[in-house]
């Protein structure tokens, strides 16, 4: 096997793995974050509390699921490589913006009642901004593509 060899198929396993790992890195990022940030201000979580916080997240979850695909009528539709990559790129923006979501509970809530409400807003928060993210990038990438056609 050759250098050249290992650099290539290197440099495609990272590219697949940007590619097929990219979005659910930033929802564990902020989860994991807001997580974190929310026991740094109400205190650490009791057992019950990390199971509402997953059903919380889990919830709001399924709720966006169901929301985007119309009752779970319509599939989801896969966006290109390059509109993943530009979007996923972005990522810091809803990473911070979603982890910031659980420093507004940890300071308006306190006890048992601040891990749901985190988990669900976490959640539904950094698919909102992750989706938003997607569609700056789908209007850049037709943008290119229009300046490309001229």
Do not use: C, H
């Not at 974050?33 to 057992?47: D, E």
């Not at 901004?129 to 789908?138: F, H, K, N, P, T």
């Amino acid at each position: 096997m050759s250098g050249n060899g290992f650099k290539a198929d290197l440099y495609r396993g990272v590219r697949a793995s940007i590619r097929n790992n990219g979005q659910a890195y930033g929802f564990s990022v902020s989860v994991t974050g807001g997580f974190a940030l929310l026991n740094s201000q109400v205190g650490a979580p009791t057992g019950l509390d990390a199971v509402l916080f997953g059903l919380g997240a889990a919830a709001s979850f399924g709720t966006m699921e169901m929301l985007a695909t119309r009752g779970f009528r319509t599939p989801l539709e896969q966006e290109s490589i390059t509109v993943t990559a530009f979007g996923v790129s972005l990522s810091f923006l809803s990473v911070g913006l979603t982890i910031g979501v659980a420093w507004v509970v940890g300071a308006l809530l306190a006890g048992t009642a601040a891990w749901p409400l985190a988990g669900a807003l976490l959640s539904g928060t950094y698919l909102l901004l992750s989706g938003a993210q997607m569609a700056i990038a789908e209007s850049a990438q037709q943008r290119r593509n229009v300046a490309g056609d001229s």
